[in-house]
């Protein structure tokens, strides 16, 4: 039997992906190496694009109800008060990005909330299941378990992380460089008597300093901290001894004592990625493909919108409705924002340590930019010939909108957009006609609404955000592509007709 797509990876990237495949119906296996999921914190960071991403999964609402948005930032210098900060203070909700912060969660607790949802589409991890090699010929790919079996599918994806074995076998080059003098212990501890009502970030004049961040539903903290040196210079292997050392002399603090850690570790910066995110049937998704500097916490969000980017076009080939050509493009999109995420994680990264060495400044100083959220460079964006190109281009990310349905209830655009097929917008009157016989003659790859067309219309544009976010005046119609990018903006009824007839193999 040849299941889809092997997915190689449990972790945030990986169940992305098995999610994103299930919805549109595609088989999938998803393997770990590890014999039960771990309960570390890890990247604990979800950005505000990502809970985008995370609603249209299915999920975000699960993610906001266990995680933390705007913790405060209390910052420390010699054990004394200096500020509280939120990051996010002076951003607020708009009509076209509902999401105003990002959210802070553990690693562990955002993948059992993926996990439970790849389980309503019956599909489980299968844990302790090791890939030791694969073969791939024109048809498939044979993959080689560590007890002898085998399994087949027609594609493979390997979501194994920096140190991915996927990679390896397939010989890709990982180009960049891995600075040892730039390290961080880390891990999950007790500590009682500190506040779980801010990330405490305690500095000194010395230089260093310590971060404890509060787990939001636990009675953990995450604890940051350079290493602890001995004499030689060496860095001492982190500890829950070594861990209290470094909390006495940086915060201060006295009486609290750390315990109970259920994790400990030591990050070094690594800065690296892939000439190739493909190779013929196999791909490279997420930490297996780039590894950052922790500074913005954009590793996890990266591989995320990764699987997001390369489900729906994995799934349009099983299906044979798409070829090779919309398969390349995920490497054409995503090789870019790996590249861009390296360069602006590294510069963040250097900020962060210069943060650390001078009194009162803050960690989110060193914040990089917010991500890249298009890909106007791309081949599956079209050229506009409608629109305004000052506010929203092919490629971009797909605004949010308030509108009314036919029946006159509140819905937003991206509760449209949640169905896994493309999505045509038809606004006015005028293309009304044309947005019914595009979606019949694209019927399962097509949802189509008008917006503003009378009587008759899908959508009412009730408040005017949808046209103001889309850049629409005249009559338009706008293609809205599975991950929620525009595709087309045109108002040209052939012009969809083309694109679709490029980039799938739809019978038209």
């Not at 969660?105 to 790849?118: A, C, H, S, T, V």
């Not at 180009?175 to 305690?202: N, S």
């Not at 791309?378 to 929203?392: F, N």
């Amino acid at each position: 039997m040849t299941d889809d797509v092997l997915i190689v990876g449990a972790g945030p990237t990986g169940l992305t992906l098995a999610i994103e495949l299930a919805r549109r119906g595609a088989g999938v296996r998803i393997v770990d190496a590890a014999p039960a999921p771990h309960c570390h914190s890890h990247a604990k960071g979800v950005q505000a694009r990502t809970v985008e991403v995370l609603e249209d999964v299915g999920v975000a609402g699960r993610v906001l109800d266990a995680g933390l948005t705007h913790l405060p930032f209390r910052k420390y210098f010699d054990g004394v008060h200096v500020a509280d900060t939120d990051p996010f203070a002076d951003v607020a909700p708009t009509p076209d990005a509902p999401y105003d912060s990002g959210v802070l969660l553990g690693q562990w607790q955002l993948e059992g909330i993926l996990r439970d949802r790849l389980a309503e589409f019956g599909i489980a991890v299968e844990l302790g299941t090791e890939v030791r090699g694969f073969e791939q010929d024109a048809d498939g790919v044979n993959a080689t378990l560590a007890d002898g079996g085998r399994i087949r599918a027609a594609y493979l994806a390997g979501c194994d992380g920096g140190r991915s074995g996927i990679r390896k076998a397939l010989g890709v080059r990982f180009d960049g460089t891995t600075d040892e003098a730039q390290a961080m212990v880390c891990g999950d501890v007790e500590a009682d008597g500190i506040g779980r009502d801010v990330w405490h970030q305690w500095f000194t004049s010395e230089g260093g300093g310590v971060l404890l961040c509060p787990l939001p539903g636990t009675n953990r903290f995450q604890f940051q901290a350079g290493p602890e040196l001995d004499d030689a210079g060496r860095q001492i292997p982190p500890s829950l001894e070594s861990f209290q050392r470094i909390f006495d002399r940086h915060a201060r603090v006295p009486g609290v004592r750390l315990a109970n850690p259920t994790w400990l570790s030591t990050w070094r910066a690594n800065v690296r990625m892939v000439d190739r995110m493909r190779v013929g049937r196999v791909f490279l998704v997420g930490d297996s493909a780039h590894v950052h500097p922790i500074a913005g916490g954009l590793g996890m969000n990266t591989g995320i919108q990764d699987a997001y980017n390369l489900g729906w076009k994995l799934a349009l080939a099983t299906t044979g409705r798409a070829g090779p050509a919309l398969l390349d493009t995920y490497e054409e999109e995503r090789l870019p924002v790996a590249a861009w995420t390296l360069d602006v994680t590294n510069e963040a990264l250097y900020r962060a340590i210069e943060a650390v060495k001078e009194p009162g400044t803050g960690i989110e100083s060193a914040a990089p930019p917010p991500m890249g959220t298009g890909y106007r460079w791309s081949s599956l964006a079209a050229p506009a010939t409608t629109g305004d190109r000052d506010v929203l281009r092919p490629g971009d990310r797909a605004p949010d909108a308030p509108c009314l349905d036919a029946a006159g209830r509140p819905v937003r655009l991206f509760q449209v957009y949640a169905d896994p097929r493309f999505t045509l917008l038809g606004f006015g009157t005028e293309v009304a006609g044309a947005v019914g016989k595009l979606a019949a003659g694209h019927d399962g790859l097509v949802q189509a609404f008008t917006v503003d067309a009378g009587e008759v219309s899908d959508l009412h544009e009730h408040e005017g955000h949808a046209r103001r976010a889309y850049g629409v005046t005249d009559p338009a119609l706008v293609l809205i592509r599975p991950d929620n990018h525009v595709a087309v903006l045109t108002r040209d009824p052939a012009d969809i007709t083309a694109y679709l007839a490029t980039h799938t193999a739809d019978p038209v």
